[in-house]
């Protein structure tokens, strides 16, 4: 991380994302690490969105945590 807030990509996340001559990025800072998604694709909450719906929706993914700790039931 420069002192500007800039921070390289690993070569192979540029070329994958198309950010050839540098670009923007979404950061979601969970503690002790950090979710990079490129910009412009509806932004980290449309990504997280999709992910959810396409593992069934929110009430099912709940309920598999739920099973799993019975202390979050």
Excluded: C, K
């Excluded at 800072?29 to 929110?58: F, K, N, S, T």
């Amino acid at each position: 991380m420069s002192g500007r807030g800039q921070m390289a990509l690993p070569a192979e996340t540029r070329r994958r994302w198309n950010l050839f001559d540098g670009g923007e990025v979404e950061i979601a800072d969970l503690g002790d690490a950090l979710v990079i998604v490129p910009a412009g694709r509806g932004g980290l909450r449309a990504l997280l969105q999709g992910a959810i719906h396409d593992a069934g929706g929110y009430a099912l993914l709940a309920d598999r945590v739920a099973a799993g700790d019975p202390d979050l039931a």
